[in-house]
């Protein structure tokens, strides 16, 4: 199994990666990218997630590893059936280094 290092904090989540790059995710970033199948239909791909709906302030509130390819969060908002597979949270990285923009 992967070893990570997950801190949730009040501005994001941090996870600290094993060749020590410490990924920066804002928790609305991530939750807006919720790949399950209540927030993206699972044959059209398109998003069923309406942005409006998730607040400004949601938090993710724990987290769990799953297997040895994603984690998943409990949101703040009791929404929790999404998985991060390791290389979406890799490939979508907001530190200053990667760069990714945070916005949905």
């Not at 009040?10 to 790059?21: F, L, N, P, S, V």
């Not at 990924?23 to 942005?51: M, N, S």
Request: glycine letters at 4%; proline letters at 3%.
């Amino acid at each position: 199994m992967a070893k990570l290092e997950v801190q949730i904090d009040e501005t994001a989540i941090k996870i600290e990666w094993e060749d020590g790059h410490v990924g920066i995710y804002p928790h609305r970033f991530l939750r807006l990218h919720c790949q399950c199948a209540h927030c993206v239909d699972e044959w059209t791909k398109q998003a069923r997630l309406d942005p409006e709906t998730v607040s400004d302030d949601i938090k993710a509130v724990d987290h769990m590893l799953v297997g040895n390819y994603a984690i998943q969060f409990l949101w703040s908002d009791t929404h929790y059936t999404g998985l991060y597979t390791y290389d979406f949270l890799k490939s979508h990285c907001c530190c200053e280094t990667c760069g990714t923009e945070p916005l949905a």
